[in-house]
Structures are given as C-alpha cells and as structure tokens.
C-alpha cells in the first residue's frame, strides 16, 4: 500500500512562502495509523514556538476505527520535532510582523517515520489572490492555444 501524502491545498493560495522545513512530528501509535489511512485533515493548522518547543495546533486527525480505548483527541497540541537553533531561527522569524509556520504536507518517510513539511510564510492580502488566479487562469489559456496550435 503506498503511504500517503496529506496536503494543505489552502496554504499556497492565502500565504506567500517564503521558507520551507522538514520537522518530525510526536505522535501516538493510533494517529500514526490513521494517517496511513488518510484521515487527517492540515486546513487551518498553524505551528507556534511555545517555551522553545515547537506545537502544531488544528492539525485534525481522525480517531482510528478500531482504537477503542486508545485512541486520541481529534485535534490535540502536537509537538513538532527540529533542533533547537532551527527553533530558535523559526522563533525570531515569527516575531516580526506578518510571518507565520504553515504545514503545507504531512508524510511518511522511507523508515516509516511521519513527517511534516512546514513553511515560513507572510499572509497575502486580497489583491493578490487575485493576481495568481488571473495568472494561472493566462497561463491555462496559453497552454490550450499552444495544444491546439500543435494538432
């Protein structure tokens, strides 16, 4: 069975990225099972550098079906895994006006160990959003002509 990928599709649309990290991500054996499964869910999710610890809030993974008693709060704290001086980096980026640790993916690596891939970004305002769909709706437009200009 191939490990999934789990993206926030959102992210790209309402922040520009300007950095990206891979961190390791503490969590309990039924969650990592649910995450196989697919069923987590990283739209609204947010990290935050909290007593030189990173936390990932929001991030909604689904109880496992056959956890019973061992399963887990949907959308508890979790806490994010990087060295510390990658930390602190994180932490004096995030103070300044605007910039804020996005997960954009949650993945398995080759030894089976989960992953997230984490993004310093600054929030877009309203006009830009529509730059991109104006761009990426040009750019679809020129690819249909190009086809259509080869056939």
Same mark, same amino acid.
């Not at 004096?92 to 996005?102: D, V, Y």
């Given at each position: 069975m191939p490990a999934r990928t789990i993206a926030n599709r959102k992210? +790209?649309? *309402?922040?520009?990225?300007? *950095?990206?990290?891979e961190a390791g991500i503490s969590l309990k054996g039924t969650e990592v099972k649910s995450i196989r499964a697919g069923k987590a869910n990283l739209q609204?999710?947010?990290? +935050?550098? *909290?007593? =030189?610890? /990173?936390v990932l809030y929001n991030m909604h993974i689904s109880p496992y079906e056959q956890g019973n008693q061992f399963n887990h709060e949907p959308k508890r704290p979790r806490k994010l895994l990087m060295h510390k001086r990658e930390i602190m980096r994180l932490y =004096?980026?995030? +103070?300044? &006006? =605007?910039?804020? /640790?996005?997960p /954009? &993916?949650?993945?398995? &690596? *080759?030894? =089976?160990k989960v992953k997230i891939e984490l993004a310093l970004a600054r929030g877009k305002k309203k006009y830009d959003k529509r730059e991109d769909i104006a761009a990426r709706d040009a750019k679809r437009e020129m690819d249909r002509a190009m086809k259509n200009k080869q056939l």
């Open positions: 992210a +790209r649309h *309402e922040y520009h990225i300007e *950095e990206t990290y609204d999710s947010f990290a +935050r550098v *909290e007593n =030189g610890e /990173l =004096g980026q995030t +103070r300044e &006006k =605007g910039f804020a /640790l996005i /954009l &993916k949650a993945y398995f &690596k *080759e030894n =089976g």
